[in-house]
Protein backbone atom coordinates (compact mmCIF):
# COMPACT_ATOMS: atom_id res chain seq x y z
CA UNK A 1 0.00 0.00 0.00
CA UNK A 2 1.51 3.20 -1.02
CA UNK A 3 1.25 6.12 1.15
CA UNK A 4 1.48 9.77 1.12
CA UNK A 5 1.16 12.14 4.71
CA UNK A 6 1.58 15.82 3.28
CA UNK A 7 1.31 18.08 6.53
CA UNK A 8 0.01 22.15 5.56
CA UNK A 9 2.10 23.19 8.69
CA UNK A 10 2.83 22.56 12.27
CA UNK A 11 4.68 19.90 13.87
CA UNK A 12 7.82 19.19 15.69
CA UNK A 13 9.50 22.16 13.52
CA UNK A 14 8.09 24.47 15.46
CA UNK A 15 7.31 22.29 19.18
CA UNK A 16 8.12 19.11 20.40
CA UNK A 17 4.67 19.05 22.20
CA UNK A 18 1.93 16.33 22.18
CA UNK A 19 3.25 14.72 19.13
CA UNK A 20 -0.24 14.23 17.30
CA UNK A 21 1.31 13.72 13.68
CA UNK A 22 3.92 12.50 14.51
CA UNK A 23 2.53 9.64 16.57
CA UNK A 24 -0.27 9.12 13.41
CA UNK A 25 2.65 8.94 10.61
CA UNK A 26 4.04 6.09 13.19
CA UNK A 27 0.75 4.28 13.55
CA UNK A 28 0.96 3.93 9.77
CA UNK A 29 3.64 2.01 9.58
CA UNK A 30 2.12 -0.99 11.34
CA UNK A 31 5.97 -1.75 13.14
CA UNK A 32 6.66 -1.53 16.55
CA UNK A 33 9.93 0.20 15.89
CA UNK A 34 9.87 2.14 12.67
CA UNK A 35 12.58 3.08 10.59
CA UNK A 36 12.35 6.49 10.04
CA UNK A 37 14.31 9.03 8.09
CA UNK A 38 14.61 12.46 8.11
CA UNK A 39 15.86 14.96 4.89
CA UNK A 40 15.69 18.03 6.22
CA UNK A 41 17.34 19.28 2.59
CA UNK A 42 14.96 22.24 2.25
CA UNK A 43 16.65 24.26 5.35
CA UNK A 44 20.10 24.03 4.09
CA UNK A 45 20.58 20.80 7.03
CA UNK A 46 19.53 23.18 9.67
CA UNK A 47 21.73 21.40 12.90
CA UNK A 48 18.38 23.34 15.19
CA UNK A 49 15.73 20.83 13.08
CA UNK A 50 17.76 17.85 12.74
CA UNK A 51 18.02 18.08 16.76
CA UNK A 52 14.14 18.49 16.70
CA UNK A 53 13.55 15.46 14.55
CA UNK A 54 15.80 13.08 16.82
CA UNK A 55 13.88 14.28 20.23
CA UNK A 56 10.33 13.69 18.57
CA UNK A 57 10.76 10.57 16.97
CA UNK A 58 13.21 8.74 19.49
CA UNK A 59 10.87 9.29 21.88
CA UNK A 60 8.45 7.53 19.62
CA UNK A 61 10.77 4.55 19.76
CA UNK A 62 11.27 5.08 16.46
CA UNK A 63 14.99 3.88 14.61
CA UNK A 64 15.79 7.55 13.47
CA UNK A 65 18.47 8.87 11.44
CA UNK A 66 18.65 11.81 8.58
CA UNK A 67 20.55 12.55 5.44
CA UNK A 68 22.73 15.34 5.06
CA UNK A 69 23.65 16.78 1.52
CA UNK A 70 25.89 19.91 2.84
CA UNK A 71 28.19 16.95 4.88
CA UNK A 72 29.49 14.27 2.88
CA UNK A 73 26.54 12.22 1.72
CA UNK A 74 25.99 8.42 2.37
CA UNK A 75 24.75 5.72 -0.39
CA UNK A 76 21.01 7.20 -0.75
CA UNK A 77 19.40 4.50 -2.69
CA UNK A 78 20.29 1.82 -0.05
CA UNK A 79 19.29 3.75 3.16
CA UNK A 80 16.55 4.80 2.06
CA UNK A 81 14.96 1.35 0.50
CA UNK A 82 15.94 0.19 3.88
CA UNK A 83 13.11 2.67 5.55
CA UNK A 84 9.34 2.09 6.71
CA UNK A 85 9.16 5.97 6.36
CA UNK A 86 10.28 8.93 4.96
CA UNK A 87 9.93 12.56 6.57
CA UNK A 88 11.06 15.72 4.34
CA UNK A 89 11.26 18.92 6.28
CA UNK A 90 10.16 22.15 5.05
CA UNK A 91 12.23 25.24 3.86
CA UNK A 92 13.18 25.88 0.22
CA UNK A 93 11.07 23.86 -1.82
CA UNK A 94 12.98 25.11 -4.92
CA UNK A 95 16.35 24.77 -3.67
CA UNK A 96 15.47 21.13 -2.24
CA UNK A 97 14.40 19.60 -5.50
CA UNK A 98 17.46 21.03 -7.51
CA UNK A 99 19.93 19.27 -4.91
CA UNK A 100 17.83 16.08 -4.96
CA UNK A 101 17.48 15.86 -8.68
CA UNK A 102 21.44 16.63 -8.89
CA UNK A 103 21.97 13.52 -6.90
CA UNK A 104 18.88 11.75 -8.19
CA UNK A 105 17.24 10.66 -4.66
CA UNK A 106 14.17 12.27 -6.96
CA UNK A 107 14.52 8.72 -8.80
CA UNK A 108 15.59 6.85 -5.46
CA UNK A 109 12.15 7.93 -3.79
CA UNK A 110 10.08 7.07 -6.03
CA UNK A 111 11.13 3.64 -5.86
CA UNK A 112 10.82 4.07 -2.64
CA UNK A 113 6.95 5.01 -2.84
CA UNK A 114 6.18 2.07 -5.14
CA UNK A 115 7.85 -0.24 -2.93
CA UNK A 116 5.37 0.69 0.00
CA UNK A 117 7.85 3.21 2.19
CA UNK A 118 5.54 5.75 3.96
CA UNK A 119 6.29 9.24 2.21
CA UNK A 120 5.70 12.16 4.92
CA UNK A 121 6.30 16.06 5.26
CA UNK A 122 5.91 19.69 6.16
CA UNK A 123 5.27 22.47 3.73
CA UNK A 124 8.55 21.76 1.70
CA UNK A 125 8.02 18.23 2.22
CA UNK A 126 4.00 18.16 1.25
CA UNK A 127 3.64 19.85 -1.59
CA UNK A 128 6.70 17.81 -3.17
CA UNK A 129 4.75 14.89 -3.78
CA UNK A 130 2.80 16.88 -6.27
CA UNK A 131 3.14 17.36 -9.47
CA UNK A 132 2.66 20.99 -8.75
CA UNK A 133 3.36 23.17 -5.48
CA UNK A 134 2.73 26.95 -4.38
CA UNK A 135 5.63 27.70 -3.02
CA UNK A 136 7.50 30.91 -1.19
CA UNK A 137 10.89 29.97 -2.39
CA UNK A 138 11.62 33.18 -3.40
CA UNK A 139 11.66 36.20 -1.38
CA UNK A 140 9.43 38.14 -3.15
CA UNK A 141 6.48 36.42 -4.21
CA UNK A 142 5.17 33.05 -4.48
CA UNK A 143 5.56 30.62 -7.53
CA UNK A 144 3.43 27.62 -8.68
CA UNK A 145 6.34 24.79 -9.59
CA UNK A 146 6.81 21.71 -10.56
CA UNK A 147 7.57 18.99 -8.28
CA UNK A 148 8.17 15.20 -7.97
CA UNK A 149 4.67 14.21 -9.51
CA UNK A 150 4.23 10.82 -7.57
CA UNK A 151 0.51 11.91 -7.33
CA UNK A 152 -1.46 14.38 -9.18
CA UNK A 153 -2.51 18.09 -8.52
CA UNK A 154 -1.00 21.48 -7.36
CA UNK A 155 -0.72 21.92 -3.53
CA UNK A 156 -0.75 24.37 -1.15
CA UNK A 157 0.68 24.45 2.01
CA UNK A 158 -0.14 26.85 5.23
CA UNK A 159 -3.02 27.64 3.52
CA UNK A 160 -4.94 29.94 6.58
CA UNK A 161 -1.44 30.53 7.93
CA UNK A 162 0.58 32.91 6.19
CA UNK A 163 -1.61 35.98 4.49
CA UNK A 164 0.05 35.58 1.23
CA UNK A 165 -1.39 32.11 0.41
CA UNK A 166 -5.16 32.84 -0.25
CA UNK A 167 -4.93 35.63 -2.06
CA UNK A 168 -2.09 33.72 -4.39
CA UNK A 169 -4.64 31.13 -4.90
CA UNK A 170 -7.04 33.18 -6.15
CA UNK A 171 -5.14 34.76 -8.29
CA UNK A 172 -4.26 31.96 -10.25
CA UNK A 173 -7.96 30.52 -10.26
CA UNK A 174 -9.52 33.88 -11.71
CA UNK A 175 -6.54 34.24 -14.14
CA UNK A 176 -6.93 30.44 -15.22
CA UNK A 177 -3.24 29.57 -14.41
CA UNK A 178 -4.57 26.94 -12.68
CA UNK A 179 -8.06 25.08 -12.71
CA UNK A 180 -8.22 23.62 -9.16
CA UNK A 181 -5.92 23.50 -6.22
CA UNK A 182 -5.38 21.50 -3.03
CA UNK A 183 -4.86 24.06 -0.45
CA UNK A 184 -3.51 22.18 3.12
CA UNK A 185 -3.85 24.49 6.43
CA UNK A 186 -1.77 24.65 9.47
CA UNK A 187 -1.77 21.82 12.00
CA UNK A 188 -3.72 19.59 9.08
CA UNK A 189 -2.58 16.79 6.74
CA UNK A 190 -3.62 14.92 3.69
CA UNK A 191 -3.12 11.18 3.95
CA UNK A 192 -3.20 9.69 0.20
CA UNK A 193 -3.58 6.15 0.03
CA UNK A 194 -2.43 4.23 -3.87
CA UNK A 195 -2.21 7.97 -5.08
CA UNK A 196 -5.43 8.97 -3.92
CA UNK A 197 -6.58 11.76 -1.14
CA UNK A 198 -8.56 9.36 1.88
CA UNK A 199 -8.20 11.67 5.33
CA UNK A 200 -7.61 15.46 6.05
CA UNK A 201 -6.35 14.60 9.43
CA UNK A 202 -6.61 17.28 11.72
CA UNK A 203 -4.08 17.66 14.42
CA UNK A 204 -5.38 21.20 15.95
CA UNK A 205 -8.40 23.53 15.66
CA UNK A 206 -9.91 21.30 13.55
CA UNK A 207 -7.76 21.80 10.70
CA UNK A 208 -8.81 21.22 7.27
CA UNK A 209 -7.95 20.50 3.58
CA UNK A 210 -9.62 22.13 0.76
CA UNK A 211 -10.35 21.59 -3.38
CA UNK A 212 -10.20 24.63 -3.66
CA UNK A 213 -12.15 26.05 -7.51
CA UNK A 214 -13.56 28.75 -9.45
CA UNK A 215 -16.97 29.04 -10.36
CA UNK A 216 -18.61 31.70 -12.11
CA UNK A 217 -16.15 34.28 -10.77
CA UNK A 218 -16.51 32.59 -7.34
CA UNK A 219 -13.83 31.22 -4.86
CA UNK A 220 -14.62 27.91 -4.11
CA UNK A 221 -13.52 25.58 -0.81
CA UNK A 222 -15.06 22.50 -1.35
CA UNK A 223 -14.84 19.10 0.69
CA UNK A 224 -11.97 16.73 -1.43
CA UNK A 225 -14.09 13.89 -2.50
CA UNK A 226 -13.91 10.49 -0.82
CA UNK A 227 -12.43 12.07 2.03
CA UNK A 228 -13.17 11.17 5.34
CA UNK A 229 -11.72 13.62 8.54
CA UNK A 230 -10.00 12.56 11.63
CA UNK A 231 -9.33 14.67 14.89
CA UNK A 232 -6.78 14.07 16.55
Not at 123 to 130: E, K, N, V
Not at 175 to 194: M, Q, R, V
Request: some cysteine; charged content about 25%; glycine content about 8%.
Amino acid sequence: MKQIIAIGGGGFGREIGELKIEKYIVKQSNKTKPKICFIPTATGDDQGYIENFYKAFDSLDCITSHIDFFKRTIDLESHILKQDVIYVGGGNTKSMLAVWREWGLDTILKNAYENNIIMSGVSAGAICWFEKGITDSYKDHQAIIPCLGFVKGICCPHYDEEPERIPYVKEMLESKNIDECIAIEGYSALHLINDEARFSVSFKNETNTHHVVCNNNEIVHNKLSNVEKILL
